[in-house]
């Protein structure tokens, strides 16, 4: 009878940790990726940084980007000058 519930609980939480890994990585699929800057500052108008932290190499800009390192990594070709913000205005 133990080895039994033994075999229940454990299948139980093999289970549960696969499907929250599955709902994770649909998560992380979802995240929009944009043909240029004149799309994506529709939606972002400072445009997208990888990290809080990150400073703007190309002088002084007017909006404040947001912040989401997976929407930078799925718009990183947006990024010319490599300082870690694409599409900064």
């Known amino acids: 009878m133990k080895q039994l519930l033994a075999i229940l609980l454990s299948s139980g939480l093999v289970l549960s940790f696969s499907l929250s890994a599955t709902d994770f990585a649909e ?26 932290s990150v400073k703007n190499k190309g002088g002084k800009t007017r909006y404040k980007p947001y912040v989401s390192k997976a929407l930078y990594d799925a718009n990183k070709k ?9 599409c900064e205005r």
């Open 27 to 52: 998560a992380k699929t979802k995240v929009k990726t944009y043909k240029n800057c004149t799309e994506l500052n529709r939606d972002y108008k400072g445009g997208v940084a990888r990290s809080s």
């Open 78 to 86: 947006s990024d010319r000058d490599k300082d870690w913000i694409a």
